[in-house]
Every structure is written in C-alpha cells, then in structure tokens.
C-alpha cells in the first residue's frame, strides 16, 4: 500500500479547528514563485500543473524506492509591498510548492524535468524549483470553509499566540502559509478544509 504522509504525520497535516502550536521540521518541496489573483492568472494554472506534472513524474519514476501518495499542493502569500491584506487578490504575491520525499535529489528532480519537458513542451520546466524549506515554530489550525472567511481563523489564532506568550513572526521569509486537503472543484466551498499556518517566535526574543 503506498505511503500517505497525510496519515503517517498527523501533526503536520491534521490539525484541530482549535490553534495549536508546531515544529515544522525542514522538508523537501518543488516551488513556482508568481503573483497575480489565482482566479485570474494563467500564471497560477500553469504554476499548478507544472507542480502536479513533476510531482508525478517523480512519483512514478521512483516506485521502487518508495511507493507513496503524492502530497497536497500548498502556499506561501504575501502582498506585493509586504503589507497586510487589503482585499485586492492582484496584488498577491505567491510561492506555490508539493512537497516531496527525502530520497528526492537534484538529479532526480532534473530527471522529472525532462521527462516532464518531452510530454508537455509548452510548460516552462526553468520555472519550478527544488526548495528546502525549515519553517521552524509555528502555530496552525484547520479551517473549514471558504477561502475568503480565511480571517475568522487567522483571528483565532492571533488570539491564540498572545495568549501563550508569542508574537507571530511573519516576514519575507516567513510567510502566510496554506495547505490545501480539498479539490475546490470538487468540494463545496463550506467544506473545504485548508491548514492555515503562521510563523511565531517567543515575546521578547
């Protein structure tokens, strides 16, 4: 049976409704940096099907090292002028990334490149990435719902990291981060179940 990292890393990928506090070990991803409104931008659909392109190829190039379930797309966000956000989707800057199992190198993601590149040769293959990325200390929760009632949960968990003596410590480098466990083509927007993460540190250090 192949391996579900969702079901053998619970604390990574199910979170309660309620914020709790986490540390995200360092994990291999492939990354498509844009910006744009997702809904808008053919940027973003050519982002996510290069993602999901590479991450299969690698899956099913690789089976003999480990057979496994390729893992759910996720996001970094930020504005464009690194300000809170306003509303305006256009203004959006993103990272959009799968994560990958560690056995993944250089040459295996090159490899995936250019199969990949043979298959679809109209996808930009330079444009995708391979990224270690240590998000260290975080709080997260499990929101449920529309993307756009998003700050209803984001409010519970600043509440949260005041309470327990933290301060969020959003950055450039340490974004707003979303993990998407539903198909929004498939799942009614109430339903929809996203992790939402935010990087905090301790007050006062």
């Known amino acids: 049976m192949p391996t579900?990292?969702?079901k053998t890393e619970k604390s990574l990928y199910q979170p309660g409704t309620a914020p709790s506090i986490i540390n995200v070990p360092a994990m291999t991803f492939i990354a498509v940096d844009g910006k744009g409104d997702p809904n808008a931008s053919s940027e973003?659909?050519?982002?996510?099907?290069?993602l999901y392109g590479l991450s299969y190829a690698i899956k099913m190039a690789n089976k003999a090292l480990l057979d496994?379930?390729?893992l759910p797309l996720e996001g970094l966000w930020d504005q464009v002028?690194?300000?809170?956000y306003s509303g305006d989707k256009s203004s959006f800057v993103w990272t959009m990334m799968i994560r990958q199992p560690e056995f993944v190198s250089a040459d295996i993601f090159t490899s995936a490149g250019n199969v990949l590149a043979r298959k679809k040769p109209a996808l930009n293959i330079e444009a995708a990435r391979l990224l270690s990325y240590h998000e260290g200390l975080c709080v997260q929760i499990m929101h449920i719902g529309s993307y756009d009632n998003e700050p209803e949960s984001v409010n519970k968990m600043e509440q949260f990291?005041?309470?327990q003596g933290h301060v969020s410590d959003?950055?450039?480098?340490r974004?707003?981060?979303e993990i998407y466990l539903s198909d929004?083509?498939?799942v009614a927007a109430a339903k929809l179940r996203t992790i939402i993460r935010h990087p905090i540190r301790k007050s006062g250090s």
Do not use: N, Q
């Open 184 to 186: 929004p083509r498939r």
């Open 4 to 6: 579900d990292f969702k």
């Open 81 to 84: 002028d690194g300000s809170s």
């Open 175 to 177: 974004r707003h981060h």
């Open 68 to 70: 496994y379930v390729v």
């Open 44 to 50: 973003y659909v050519a982002a996510i099907e290069l």
């Open 170 to 173: 959003l950055s450039a480098s």
């Open 161 to 163: 990291i005041m309470e």
